[in-house]
Each structure stands twice: as structure tokens, then as C-alpha cells.
């Protein structure tokens, strides 16, 4: 399977990220994804018809607790990162419609 | 050989017998971290003031005939991405560089409880995506075993501060092979422990289903008596394992005799350095000679890990790195916005490295309409079969030794150019993330005065037996 990654596809793939890329990285992503996407492509040899997909690890009982209410007093910790905060609030920019 | 060079075993000794005071280790520690650290580049941050107190508190320990823990008084390094309290935690990028969690991480918590001393802050790639520590905002960090030689990543500066004396132990974490790798470019040990033994509370996500705190340290048994200063469930993670036998040090001298050891085929064959080779085999034939039965045995599906584990990491980080938006901890791009889509796209555009963002563009590809199929679920699939040969592998066998890295350590600079190359690095590592299991690196002597390792693999929570052979091999070779 010959994989292309037209600059299209990478400025598509940036706007699903929330990246902005300049016109350098698309040159230099477009080029990397596929020589990536062309060493990975050796997966398509195996027939994988009947295999079930591993999402995640079941070695073992998970570690579950209660689901029992509790407080934390730590509002003014977590606050404290808030690039822009009012009050007790995290403050963003205006939100506009696509 | 000062006293921030001796092993953990030896220091606790001293400590016990009130021979040395833990202010002397601390004090021996920052000595050498003004000696070396211009050079080495170990840690992102230090907190000599806040260490100094934990040595006074865990000295008072002593001196009060309570019964210490273990590791009480013992200098610890911590990888930039688990939270400490109150002290910044960057995990390398400049999108976290003024970060301060609200709480410390469970490892880290433990070990404070256990009365170890937190030295640093030590650096790492960006997020964890690297094997070579360069990808870093505050640089690289050099191999102190030869300083024009990468320490190998991420953990690249947990491993580099172990070696060259600018801690006694350290955390790591390992998604791919970020503990292992750094540990044989070091000459040093290192322990990626089975996926759900240590409580993953408070360490910032790479790749969730493959990520695992790991410990570093000079001996097996320095690390043995760290892992189990930090495993056991946690009410916190949910993905941590219900189990509570996690003593491994009283059976650590246990003899090896009727061990069937396996050595896969695919990797000894392609692409390893014949040196390397030839020293892992040294270390076998030692086993061997000690009463270890040697089978070989098969992976076939060996070759498609590194592809399928790229797939996996990448749509699992493109998800988790989603959370850095420039809204409630982190970066924020300045006064270069409309709305608030403009602030999120400038605020990863100035906050994320190229390799970063080539990774969350490769994890939205895979994970995007039309190539999901092809690539996120065939790799999920194959990941099956990579855990499948391993269950196969466990009936004939009780560990498997492997090489760790193909190569000896590389130069600065040598592969940035290329990211595939460095994706290479992980060849031997990534499956056992991949299946969960646990996995040692252990020095196996130097080559041309450049260190190489072994990697022993255990059943899943089988460290026992994984630690009990490194130790005896050790313990054979005078290390």
C-alpha cells in the first residue's frame, strides 16, 4: 500500500488537532507522516480477519474503590495554573460559531 | 569514591548502624550535582533546601530508635512528569513550563512516606517521546559514561544523574522502553514492572494502555528495594492492581536452579550489534552454568511491534495531549487571537516541539475517518498477537533475555534528522509494553568504553524471578 499525504491533508489534519503549522512543517510533515505511514504499512501482510483488538491490558483485577462523596479543599491550588482566572472562575476568549 | 557513589544496600547499612547520617548523603549528592551537572544536564529543577530538610527529618528517625523504613534517609531523583506538590513539573515541554500540581504523585508520595530524599526534577523528551533525552526544553542531557554519547530516553536524566553520582535512585517511566533504554546506555538498572503494579496517580499521560512508572538505581537490588517501596494498589488509579504481595527482597537470593530461560530467534537475529551479541551471550552461558536450563524459543510476530506500537502510542497521545488547551494550567499564546479556536491553535503552536507535534498529527491520521480500519484497529490486532506469542512463549519457558537496544549509545545529534531511525531504538522494548510484562535492563560489562545491557522478561507479576536472576547475575560477576 503506496500511502500520499497531499499538504491538503496534513493542513486538514492540523485544523483536527488544533494545531497551527507554518508552511515549513506541512513541507516537513507531509514528507515525514509518509515515509512513517509507508515503513508501517508492512502490518497490511498479516491477515488479521479473525483476531480480536487489544484495547487494553486484562492481566489483572483492577483496583476499584467506592463511589463515596468526599471534599477537597484545593480550589486555590488548581487555580493557580489558570493562564486567566476571575474569581473562581477560568476565563477564556470569546467563542464564535463555525 | 565518595558517598554518593555507593549503592543504595550499602548506604542503608551505614544509615542503620549510625555510621554516616543521611544530611552526609544528601550534602555528598549536591556536591557532585555542582561538580557534574554543567555538563551532564540531568535535572530540569533541584530543591536543595527542601532535601536538606527531609535528610534532618529521616536522620531524627535514626536517632530516635524507631524502626525506619527501608529506604528512610535514601536520595531519590524524579522524572519530570510525575507531580510533586507544590515544585514545577515541565514533563520537557514549554507548553507545562510553570506548571505546579496540586499534589504529588502516589510514587512520589510513597517514597516520601518511606522517608526518601527528593533531589530534582530530572530531565526527559518532551512528553516522554524520545529515546535520546535531546528533545528537551532545557537541552540535552549527556551520558556520563562518555559525555559526546546521548544518556538514551526518555528517562535519560533519571539514568544519567544514577550514574554519575548525582542521585542514589531514581523514578522513571516507560512507555515504550524509556527506562530500560536509558539504563544499558548508562551502565546502569532499570525496571519497567508490569502494566498496573505501580499506581500511575499523578503521572502525566503519554500513552495510557502502554505507560508504567519504572525505578532506577546502581544494582538490582537497589532497585528491588525501591519497587517495592512504590507498588501496590492505589484508590486513586483504578488501573493499578489489586495485589497485595509485593514483597520481592526476601526471596531476591533464591538460586536459579532448573530455570528455564528463553532466547527468542527474531532478536538476536537482525539488526543486532554483533558485540552486543556476543556479551549477552556471555551472561547466558554464566546462567547456564549456574543452573539455568537455556530453550530457544520463537516471537513471530516480533517484527511488526515497533509499527504497531507507533500506531497505538501516537493515537493514544494525539488524545491525551488534547487536554493542553491554554485554558486551565499551562501555556496561554498572548494577545495573538480572535476566539477562542485561534488561542488553542497558537497557544500548541508555541507550547509543542516538532516531535511532538508530529506525533499528535501520525495519532489523528491513524485515528482519523477512512484509516482508522487500516491502521488504528490492524495495530490493535497485532497488538493481540504480540501478547498471544508471549502467552506461548510463557509455556515453555519462565523468563525470556533479550537485548535492550540494537545499538550502543550514539552520539548528540546523531539521529535527530531522522525520526524513523530513532523510532528503531525501541525494537526490543516496545512488546512488553505492548503485553504488559515486566522488564530489567542489567549492565552486561562495556564495549569500545561504552556500556552494554541485557533485558531479562517475566510472566506478568513475575518480578520475583525476573529480579532473583538479575541479582544472581550480579552477585556472579562482582557488580
Known amino acids: ?98 | 569514591m565518595e558517598l554518593c557513589d555507593h549503592t543504595a544496600a550499602h548506604l542503608c547499612t551505614l544509615l542503620k548502624n549510625g555510621k554516616i547520617s543521611s544530611k552526609e548523603i544528601t550534602e555528598s549528592v549536591f556536591q557532585r550535582i555542582d561538580k557534574r551537572e554543567k555538563v551532564i544536564n540531568a535535572y530540569i529543577s533541584v530543591f536543595r533546601e527542601k532535601a536538606l530538610l527531609q535528610a534532618k527529618a529521616a536522620d531524627k528517625k535514626f536517632s530516635k530508635k524507631e524502626q525506619p523504613s527501608l529506604l528512610n534517609g535514601i536520595p531519590i531523583a524524579l522524572k519530570d512528569n510525575v507531580c510533586t506538590r507544590d515544585l514545577t513539573t515541565t514533563c520537557g515541554s514549554n507548553i507545562l513550563k510553570n506548571y505546579l500540581p496540586p499534589y504529588d504523585a502516589t510514587a512520589v508520595k510513597k517514597a516520601y512516606q518511606h522517608g526518601m530524599i527528593g533531589i530534582g526534577k530530572t530531565n526527559m523528551d518532551e512528553f516522554g517521546m524520545g529515546s535520546s533525552t535531546e528533545n528537551s526544553i532545557v537541552g540535552p542531557t549527556r551520558n556520563p559514561v562518555n559525555t559526546e554519547y546521548v544518556a538514551g530516553g526518555s528517562s535519560g536524566g533519571s539514568a544519567a544523574a544514577v550514574a554519575s553520582g548525582e542521585t542514589v535512585l531514581a523514578l522513571g517511566t516507560d512507555t515504550g522502553g524509556s527506562v530500560r533504554q536509558p539504563a544499558a546506555f548508562c551502565g546502569i538498572v532499570g525496571i519497567k514492572p508490569t502494566y498496573g503494579r505501580v499506581s500511575r496517580y499523578g503521572l502525566i499521560s503519554y500513552a495510557s494502555s502502554l505507560d508504567q512508572i519504572g525505578v532506577l538505581g546502581r544494582t538490582v537490588e537497589d532497585c528491588t528495594m525501591l519497587l517495592q517501596t512504590i507498588c501496590g494498589p492505589d484508590r486513586n488509579d483504578s488501573t493499578s492492581a489489586d495485589i497485595q504481595d509485593n514483597d520481592f527482597l526476601s526471596s531476591l537470593n533464591n538460586n536459579i536452579k532448573g530455570l528455564k530461560i528463553g532466547l527468542p530467534n527474531e532478536y538476536f537475529n537482525t539488526g543486532l550489534d554483533k558485540k552486543i551479541k556476543d556479551n549477552i551471550l556471555k551472561a547466558v552461558q554464566l546462567l547456564e552454568k549456574n543452573g539455568a536450563d537455556i530453550i530457544d524459543i520463537s516471537l513471530p510476530h516480533a517484527d511488526y511491534a515497533i509499527s504497531a506500537y507507533y500506531l497505538i502510542a501516537t493515537a493514544e497521545a494525539s488524545s491525551n495531549l488534547a487536554r493542553y488547551d491554554g485554558v486551565r494550567f499551562g501555556l496561554r499564546a498572548k494577545n495573538c487571537y480572535d476566539d477562542i479556536k485561534e488561542m488553542y491553535e497558537n497557544t500548541r503552536y508555541l507550547g509543542f516541539s516538532t516531535e511532538v507535534k508530529r506525533r499528535i498529527m501520525l495519532g489523528t491520521y491513524v485515528l482519523s475517518a477512512g484509516h482508522y480500519q487500516a491502521y488504528y484497529l490492524k495495530a490493535q490486532k497485532i497488538r493481540t498477537l504480540i501478547k498471544q506469542d508471549f502467552e506461548q512463549a510463557f509455556k515453555k519457558v519462565d523468563i525470556i533475555i533479550s537485548p535492550v537496544t540494537p545499538t550502543l549509545p550514539f552520539k548528540l545529534g546523531e539521529k535527530a534528522s531522522n525520526p524513523l531511525e530513532m523510532y528503531l531504538m525501541d525494537l526490543y522494548t516496545v512488546s512488553l509494553n505492548m503485553a504488559g510484562l515486566p522488564g530489567m535492563s542489567v549492565p552486561c560489562g562495556t564495549i569500545d568504553g561504552l556500556p552494554a545491557g541485557f533485558q531479562i522478561i517475566g510472566k506478568p507479576f513475575d518480578e520475583k524471578t525476573v529480579l532473583q536472576t538479575g541479582h544472581l547475575y550480579q552477585q556472579l560477576t562482582g557488580a
Open chain 1, 1 to 98: 500500500m503506496k500511502e500520499k499525504i497531499s499538504k491538503k491533508q496534513i493542513e486538514y489534519i492540523a485544523k483536527l488537532t488544533g494545531l497551527r503549522i507554518d508552511n515549513k512543517e506541512i513541507d516537513s510533515f507531509s514528507k515525514e507522516l509518509k515515509s512513517i505511514l509507508e515503513y508501517v504499512s508492512t502490518l497490511h501482510e498479516l491477515d488479521t480477519e479473525s483476531i480480536e483488538p487489544l484495547s487494553g491490558l486484562k492481566t489483572h483485577k483492577n483496583a476499584w474503590r467506592d463511589d463515596t462523596p468526599g471534599t477537597e479543599e484545593n480550589t486555590g491550588t488548581i487555580l493557580r495554573n489558570a493562564p486567566e482566572k476571575e474569581k473562581h472562575y477560568f476565563k477564556v476568549p470569546k467563542i464564535k460559531e463555525d
